[in-house]
């Protein structure tokens, strides 16, 4: 496209913008028509959702509280013992320390106003830098209302107290945990390994895992050659 | 046949021994029932009706103790590895095994970065046949199972080998 043919189709979209469509259509050749339209739809479609993501932008300011059940039950759990967040509240999940979460997790359970009685799903995390992190995703059948606790630990010291005897599903959920992250649940009455062998080495969801040698003799091919 | 041609009444067939065990085997090779992955599916799948692996003189058993071949059906990890090998050790001579799938032959999907599948079945236990696929098709897993019948069928278990 020449720098005329662009200049003169920018013009027209501006025309066309302001609701003017005559000159656009008015155009002989009919690539270059069809290029004025689409540049002017193209321009349209931007000037949508620029205004669309306008008001979204001021709205937080002049929102109330939060009923977020993470900002809400969060602040709940603060109240009731205090010191054990271990992060600010936020929107996605309620960050806790390790020492009173067995006491935390019966409350949570007992509490009417909260009955959180199913616990949906316990898994982990590396978030690298010595950080492993649990995280529990609650679910309240009669209130139907759900959370997120989120636990970080270091791995020199990756332990946490087991829920196991509150939620009896935490049992395998744990288990896997630690099977592939090397978490220790204090607690558990039955705290071995859940998938892998018991006298396999290291934890396969780890970061810094390094797949073992050998396993009973069987060597473990580490590079595979002629197949890339 | 030379010298005993001819001798018998029309229903005596005369062969060698050699050949007649050879014979008998390769058409009655009775498979274990051994799916640990996907592949089980298909293998079940040629059992039933529709392919009907009984027409071939093959029917599944339970026990390794009653099977001539062990069909390793799907991904084996390293957990899995070691029963395999059991198994295998289990079963009475002669033995077979055909490793079906690509998890069976090589790892398949678990080639590279499988920290706990075994890359191909031959490394634990010596392997007759490989069928590729991810599944195999039933018609693939009846080539294999034809091609392992002409392997037996070949063999001459009392003929000495040279060394």
């Not at chain 1, 997790?105 to 616990?119: I, M, Q, V």
């Not at chain 2, 031959?122 to 392997?127: A, C, R, S, T, Y």
Request: hydrophobic share 40%; with cysteine.
């Amino acid at each position: 496209m020449s720098a005329d043919q662009e200049k003169l189709i920018a013009e027209l979209v501006e025309k066309g913008l302001a609701g003017d469509m005559e000159p656009i259509n008015a155009i002989e050749d009919r690539v270059l028509r069809s290029k004025a339209k689409a540049a002017l739809a193209k321009a349209k479609r931007a000037a949508k959702v620029a205004a669309a993501s306008a008001p979204a932008e001021e709205k937080p300011a002049e929102e109330p509280p939060s009923d977020n059940p993470n900002q809400k039950f969060g602040k709940m759990i603060e109240d009731k013992f205090p010191g054990s967040l271990d992060a600010d509240l936020n929107d996605t999940h309620i960050q806790l320390k390790p020492d009173n979460w067995f006491d935390i997790a019966t409350w949570l359970k007992s509490e009417p106003a909260l009955h959180f009685d199913s616990l949906q799903c316990q898994t982990g995390m590396d978030l690298g830098e010595n950080i492993l992190e649990a995280r529990y995703n609650l679910h309240s059948m009669t209130h139907d209302h759900m959370i997120e606790i989120r636990i970080a630990v270091t791995r020199d010291k990756p332990n946490i107290p087991s829920i196991e005897q509150i939620w009896r599903i935490g049992d395998w959920f744990e288990r896997e945990t630690y099977d592939m992250f090397g978490f220790h649940f204090d607690g558990h009455r039955d705290h071995r390994r859940m998938l892998l062998p018991e006298d396999w080495e290291g934890y396969p969801l780890r970061k810094d895992y390094e797949v073992q040698e050998t396993y009973h003799g069987i060597i473990v091919p580490k590079v595979k050659q002629g197949w890339e | 046949m030379g010298l005993l041609e001819n001798r018998f009444q029309d229903n005596v067939v005369v062969a060698k021994l050699d050949k007649l065990i050879g014979w008998a085997r390769s058409t009655s090779p009775w498979y274990f029932q051994f799916g640990l992955a996907c592949c089980a599916i298909e293998m079940m799948a040629t059992a039933a009706s529709r392919h009907d692996l009984e027409r071939l003189g093959m029917m599944p058993r339970s026990s390794p103790r009653q099977a001539d071949v062990m069909i390793v059906a799907g991904t084996v990890t390293m957990k899995m590895a070691l029963r395999v090998k059991k198994l295998y050790e289990q079963m009475a001579d002669p033995k077979y095994v055909i490793a079906m799938g690509s998890c069976a032959t090589s790892g398949g999907p678990y080639w590279q970065h499988g920290y706990h599948v075994l890359k191909g079945v031959d490394i634990v236990v010596p392997v007759d046949v490989y069928v590729p696929g991810c599944p195999p098709r039933p018609e693939a897993l009846i080539e294999g199972l034809l091609k392992l019948q002409e392997k037996i069928l070949e063999e001459r278990p009392l003929t000495r080998k040279m060394a």
